[in-house]
C-alpha cells in the first residue's frame, strides 16, 4: 500500500513538472521554499504516546534557498484532499507560515486532533507548499509532505529482544499501553541506564497495583517484567 502511494505522489509530482520548469539554482535573487525532508520520508505519529493529550501540535521543517532575507517572508501550504484520507475534523492548518528574517531555516505546526475513530485506523495528510509572492517551490522532491497518524497501537522497533530479555519482557498491547501510561517514554535510541530506570518505575507500578484489572495482562496473568531490583 505504501509503495502505491508513493507512487501516485511521483506521478503527481512529475505531473507538475511537465511545466517544464527548470530546477533553481539558487542564484537569481529569488527565494524558494522547500520542506525539509523529501516525500519519500513521510512521517508517522501515534497518539499512544500522548494518552492524555486531544491534539498534537506536530513541528514540520521548512527551508529556504537563495539570498538570505531581510525581512520575514510568507509561504503557503495547503492539503492535497485528492491523496488525503484525514477529513477536516482530523487537522488544523496553521493561519500563518513564515520564514523569519534571518532564517534559512524554521518551522511550522499542524495540529492534528486525537478524534474517536482514530482509535480503529490510520489516515493520511498530504500537504503541498503552494508559490506566494515572497518565496517560489523550490525542489518538486520537497514540495509534498506526507503525515500518516492514528491512535492505534504497533509494537515498536524499540521492543527488541534485549528489552524482552532484560528490561520489560513479552510484548503485549495492553502491556505497552499501560508501560506508556505509566512512563510517557519512548525509549527509542535510550541508553541502558535509561531503559532500567523506566523499567523500575513500571515494575514498581506493577507491585503498588497487583491484582488490579489494568495490570492483568491479555493472558489472563499478572504482568511482570524481568529487570533486577525492587525485590
Sequence with gaps: MKNKILTILALALLSIGCDKREIPTYNTGRHYI???????????????Y???????????????????????????IYVDEELSTAETKHYTLPEKTVIRQGF????????????????SKKVRLVIRLETTSDLAIGKLENSVAIIQFSNTVDRPEWWDSNVEQ???GTYSQKKFVLFLQVTEADLTGASDSEKRAYALEFKQYLIDHRGEPETIDENGQPMTVPVLGLE
Excluded: M, W
Excluded at 66 to 71: K, L, N, S, V, Y
Excluded at 105 to 119: G, V
Design 34 to 48: 522547500e520542506f525539509e525532508n523529501a516525500t519519500v520520508d513521510s512521517t508517522i505519529f501515534t497518539f499512544i
Design 166 to 168: 532484560y528490561y520489560l
Design 50 to 76: 500522548h494518552p492524555y493529550d486531544e491534539y498534537y501540535d506536530l513541528p514540520v521543517a521548512v527551508k529556504i534557498a537563495g539570498q538570505d532575507a531581510d525581512r520575514d517572508l510568507t509561504y503557503k
Design 104 to 119: 534559512y531555516h524554521d518551522t511550522c505546526y499542524i495540529r492534528l486532533n486525537k478524534t474517536s475513530d482514530l482509535d
